[in-house]
């Protein structure tokens, strides 16, 4: 039954209709292609105001059964100017390959959630599987945007949550440990690696480094495209200015760690790494622990946290906290800064007062 006159709904379908008299009289009945009544409400005013005012109401624009495959195509696309691509085309390749053939409006809160258990009973990681739920959802919501989808179907997809990660992992290399993996880092691995410990940077951020933003004279790094969008400079250190000193530089090459038989940037070294760190004896570490790695002996050795936040781009102190228990004596020497008592004050005033007599 209808809530309103000129609304309601057919057996089997979800979206609401309307039903209005055209400019001749005739009858007229649309879907609204949404499930939400006051939508399909605004549509049937927006119809009715049209015909009032002498004109032509536009039929409401039926979208084509666009299968998630063709949409992941155009998506691909758009994403290739973003920063991030390399992860974010890994995503789209193993969404696509599981909603492929797949009707965009046949996707659906349950379809999302079950691939999400799914995921987690083959030994993905939650942080694995949130990242693949989110390049979901964004996919579906520039889908809404370019009308490859109805709005229903974005709304089932925002409503799946995304899982509890556990951000506390802290796993980070002792100098000794540092020796073992770069002595047993093979070709340009080696300057990549030292590059990281020296810098704290991240992996896109190294491989996608040129020289244009290497300032060897005044001694500093400039990195534009960093995960938060924010630039960022970094010193460069005695150890990282001979590393990059022995790197040949090709003039027709403006990046600094590329192939040289092809002229292009690496685009991975995750599998030179783990062997690496496999004849090193290091186990459980990836190439990100080198991050941690640089933070965590700038905090070891006393430098205060806000610095180290400034070199690793947070934007907050809340992902640089994480280290802070790495501080040596940082809670006694807060303790021993403070003076209740005021002792010090009953010294210093004795001490005075003997010299004014």
């Known amino acids: 039954m209808a809530k309103h006159k000129g609304i309601y709904k057919q057996p089997g379908s979800d979206f609401y209709w309307i039903r209005y008299a055209g400019p001749d009289g005739k009858i007229v009945r649309e879907s609204t292609r949404t499930a939400n009544f006051k939508e399909a409400q605004a549509k049937l005013e927006n119809q009715r105001k049209a015909i009032r005012d002498g004109k032509?109401?536009?039929?409401?624009?039926?979208?084509?059964?666009?299968?998630?495959?063709?949409?992941?195509?155009?998506?691909?696309?758009?994403?290739?100017?973003?920063?991030?691509?390399?992860?974010?085309?890994?995503?789209?390749?193993?969404?696509?390959?599981?909603?492929?053939?797949?009707?965009?409006?046949?996707?659906?809160?349950?379809?999302?959630?079950q691939f999400q258990s799914d995921r987690i009973n083959k030994g993905n990681k939650p942080a694995t599987v949130n990242r693949l739920i989110a390049t979901i959802k964004h996919c579906i919501h520039k889908g809404y945007q370019w009308e490859m989808c109805g709005e229903e179907t974005l709304k089932r997809v925002r409503q799946v949550r995304l899982l509890e990660e556990n951000n506390r992992r802290l796993r980070y290399l002792s100098k000794e440990e540092c020796r073992a993996l770069l002595e047993n880092c093979q070709g340009h691995l080696k300057a990549i690696v030292t590059f990281a410990l020296n810098t704290g940077c991240?992996?896109?951020?190294?491989?996608?480094?040129?020289w244009d933003n290497v300032d060897m004279k005044h001694g500093f790094i400039r990195l534009d495209r960093t995960k938060n969008g924010e630039r960022r400079d970094?010193?460069?250190?005695?150890?990282?200015?001979?590393?990059?000193?022995?790197?040949?530089?090709?003039?027709?090459?403006?990046?600094?760690?590329?192939?040289?038989?092809?002229?292009?940037?690496?685009?991975?070294?995750?599998?030179?790494?783990?062997?690496?760190c496999r004849r090193a004896g290091i186990a459980d570490f990836h190439f990100h622990d080198l991050r941690h790695t640089f933070a965590s002996h700038l905090v070891m050795a006393g430098v205060d946290i806000t610095t180290v936040s400034k070199l690793l781009g947070h934007k907050s102190l809340t992902m640089t906290l994480r280290y802070s228990h790495l501080a040596?004596?940082?809670?006694?020497?807060?303790?021993?800064?403070?003076?209740?008592?005021?002792?010090?004050?009953?010294?210093?005033?004795?001490?005075?007062?003997?010299?004014?007599?």
């Open 202 to 210: 991240r992996r896109g951020e190294i491989l996608s480094l040129k």
């Open 234 to 276: 970094i010193p460069i250190n005695d150890v990282l200015k001979a590393a990059l000193q022995g790197l040949t530089r090709r003039l027709d090459v403006s990046y600094v760690f590329h192939d040289p038989n092809t002229g292009k940037p690496y685009q991975d070294v995750k599998r030179s790494f783990q062997t690496a």
């Open 328 to 357: 040596p004596n940082h809670l006694q020497n807060a303790v021993n800064m403070l003076n209740i008592t005021g002792e010090e004050k009953r010294t210093a005033y004795l001490l005075h007062s003997a010299a004014a007599n």
């Open 56 to 113: 032509d109401p536009e039929p409401i624009k039926k979208i084509p059964n666009f299968t998630f495959s063709q949409l992941a195509g155009e998506y691909m696309k758009w994403c290739e100017r973003q920063r991030g691509f390399r992860a974010k085309r890994s995503c789209i390749l193993q969404l696509t390959e599981a909603f492929g053939i797949l009707q965009l409006r046949q996707i659906n809160t349950k379809l999302l959630e």
